[in-house]
């Protein structure tokens, strides 16, 4: 396990840590979201420490629970079913129900004919096994099995496992979750630009850079095809190894 120096931090592995240099830590931090698009997991490669952003509050009719795949060769939207999900709770506080039938089918009924059907389909049912039903974990677990099934090396960290000022909102968490696990580095997806200013970070001594994913395209059925859908249907579609190369297919901007 690689040590972070700090003891109030719990850290998961996908795999064996990347090798780093102790001067030099990438970090990033995003919510928990259940089988996103892409640009989500070349963020999660792109950093040595991934904070899955658990003690916020969840968005209805967000994406924390619900993305996009190929149905009928068109873009259908599935929804993770939830009990008691509402704006005014932690993630973290919300459960994912036991019966996921429908939505299992569903998959398989989309992709039982797709070239790396069988694989992928086996890391689906494997997500669905996990007996802890928490909505924090069970999805952080799926990005974790995903990560196993991609070969990725980060190092995943619940931010309700770090102890720090929770009375913090916005930005000055983000730089207290930065300090805390000594990031020099702070990496985000190009959405969030408007939402951080460099100065802060530099006052702090950390890089921020966003991560602006390049346009991906890929051979799905005989359908024209439709981007940006959860990785399930990349997974569905393409090799580890192609899968590998789309990972890298992105521009910092600083």
């Given amino acids: 396990m690689r040590s972070t120096g700090n003891r109030n931090v719990k850290t998961h592995h996908a795999t064996t840590p990347k090798n780093w240099l102790h001067d030099a830590m990438k970090l990033g931090i995003m919510q928990p979201y259940f089988l ?8 999660i490669n792109a950093v040595d420490k991934y904070v899955i952003y658990d003690d916020v509050n969840y968005i209805n009719r967000g994406w924390i629970n619900r993305n996009n795949i190929l149905l009928n060769k068109q873009q259908f939207l599935f929804t993770l079913t939830l009990l008691g999900a509402s704006q005014n709770k932690l993630i973290n506080e919300i459960t994912v129900c036991e019966e996921q039938d429908k939505l299992i089918k569903t998959f398989e009924t989309a992709y039982k004919k797709a070239p790396f059907f ?19 974990k069970f999805i952080g677990n799926s990005i974790m099995r995903i990560a196993d099934y991609l070969g990725l ?19 000055e968490k983000i ?28 006052a702090n001594n950390i890089k921020l850079t966003f991560l602006k994913a390049s346009q991906i395209e890929y051979k799905q059925f005989n359908n024209s095809f439709v981007p940006n859908l959860s990785i399930l249907d990349v997974m569905m579609f393409n090799s580890v190894k ?8 992105y521009v910092c901007i600083g």
């Fill in 36 to 43: 996103p698009y892409i640009g989500y997991w070349q963020l």
């Fill in 118 to 136: 069988s694989e992928a389909f086996l890391v689906v049912k494997q997500i669905f096994e996990y007996n802890d039903k928490n909505l924090a």
């Fill in 153 to 171: 090396k980060t190092e995943f960290v619940y931010s309700s496992e770090i102890e720090k000022d929770c009375s913090l909102k916005g930005r």
């Fill in 175 to 202: 730089l207290s979750i930065c300090k805390i696990l000594r990031a020099t580095e702070y990496f985000n997806a190009i959405g969030g630009k408007e939402l951080y200013n460099q100065a802060d970070f530099e």
């Fill in 242 to 249: 192609e899968i590998g190369k789309m990972l890298e297919e």
